[in-house]
């Protein structure tokens, strides 16, 4: 099956310098890749998605990048906020295997303000 | 729309018993799924539904069944509870495979 990768576990950075989360996939199959965010003791939200025909893709201060060729996506986050602080999750699934989603071990993100 | 929920919030086993842990969704989508969500190993598919009537398993089902006998409702049951069953528990739907999945609050449970 289709194992994720994520890193790194952990991430401190300055409010208002960039995060950037890193996720490999295994399976070229994979054509769907959502981040979520999950803050303590809160369920796991969508933050951003990206297809496989899309290379980039931005909504506000989030940016995810898909390079298929490695197998590799990114979420980027500009200008962090204290409230950005958060588990972050990457996740990969493809089309032919029901609804299964693979999912990454998490980033802890925090930002010092 | 009350979206994912799922009951109960919090669970106290002991080992070998049995329990059923409910959720139900108000969107009207097709596709359904449970994890568990241990510390460092991020969310694992236990089972999933493509439809009512429609189950199959994920990456770690041993100890756990479902059934989805209606769109709505999708009930995860502990047959003899272990304590590596201790975890916190999500289900989560979306309209079609390979779609933003939304996510209930969460059960979490410790097996003793």
């Known amino acids: 099956g289709e194992n994720v990768e994520q890193h790194p576990s952990t991430l401190s950075v300055q409010e208002g310098d960039s995060a950037v989360i890193k996720c490999t996939y295994s399976d070229s199959a994979s054509n769907y890749f959502p981040w979520y965010k999950q803050e303590l003791g809160k369920r796991p939200q969508l933050i951003i998605d990206?297809?496989?025909?899309?290379g980039e893709k931005k909504d506000q201060r989030i940016a995810v990048t898909l390079n298929k060729t490695a197998k590799h996506f990114s979420l980027h986050i500009t200008e962090t906020q204290p409230e950005d602080s958060a588990v972050y999750f990457c996740?990969?699934?493809?089309?032919?295997?029901?609804?299964?989603?693979?999912f990454g071990t998490g980033t802890s993100l925090t930002v010092i303000p | 729309n009350a979206g994912v929920t799922q009951t109960p919030k919090f669970q106290v086993l002991k080992t070998g018993q049995s329990m059923t842990l409910q959720c139900a969704q108000d969107m009207n989508h097709e596709y359904m799924s449970w994890y568990r969500q241990d510390p460092g190993m991020g969310l694992r598919l236990i089972h999933y539904s493509v439809g009512a009537g429609i189950t199959d398993q994920g990456e770690v089902p041993n100890g756990y069944n479902v059934s989805r006998s209606t769109t709505e409702d999708f009930p995860l049951r502990l047959l003899s509870a272990a304590p590596s069953q201790t975890s916190v528990y999500f289900c989560?739907?979306?309209?079609?495979?390979?779609?933003?999945?939304?996510f209930g609050p969460g059960t979490r449970l410790t097996v003793l």
């Open positions: 990206i297809r496989s025909n899309v």
């Open positions: 996740a990969a699934s493809r089309p032919d295997t029901g609804n299964q989603f693979y």
């Open positions: 989560a739907s979306s309209y079609k495979r390979s779609a933003p999945q939304f």
